[in-house]
């Protein structure tokens, strides 16, 4: 299982951390991801990270601002969130893959595993 967390509400400008912690496997043997959705949306791709957190990609919108990571030996993968905007305003889901294409990471249909979601809410 994946237990995401960390969510709350923020101002504009503001920083979160979400955390991802892994529980019944080990996070080591996939690359993991983060997505979002905002009511009336479909859910999108925010940022990916590989099995060893050497290479990450990133959705436009959010690079420079947004860093993820992961600490194997945690069993754990994070967001940090810097510079939140009220767009940024979302349930955030972390997800796991099993494939090794960076090409995939970018897809919903691509992850195997998923967390439960965490709400972020950023204020004007």
């Known amino acids: 299982q994946l237990q995401a967390s960390g969510g709350g509400l923020v101002q504009a400008g503001g920083s979160l951390r979400l955390s991802c912690a892994a529980s019944?496997?080990?996070?080591?043997?996939?690359?993991m991801g983060w997505f979002r959705q905002s009511p009336g949306k479909e859910r999108e791709f925010v940022a990916a990270i590989n099995r060893s957190g050497d290479y990450t990609w990133y959705v436009d919108s959010v690079k420079g601002r947004f860093t993820i990571s992961r600490d194997n030996a945690e069993n754990t993968v994070y967001l940090q969130m810097n510079s939140l905007k009220p767009e940024d305003t979302a349930v955030y889901y972390c997800?796991?893959?099993?494939?090794?294409?960076?090409?995939?990471?970018?897809?919903?249909?691509?992850?195997?595993?998923w967390g439960q979601g965490t709400l972020v809410t950023v204020s004007s």
């Open positions: 019944g496997r080990t996070i080591s043997t996939y690359a």
């Open positions: 997800a796991a893959t099993t494939s090794y294409s960076s090409a995939d990471y970018y897809t919903l249909r691509s992850y195997d595993y």
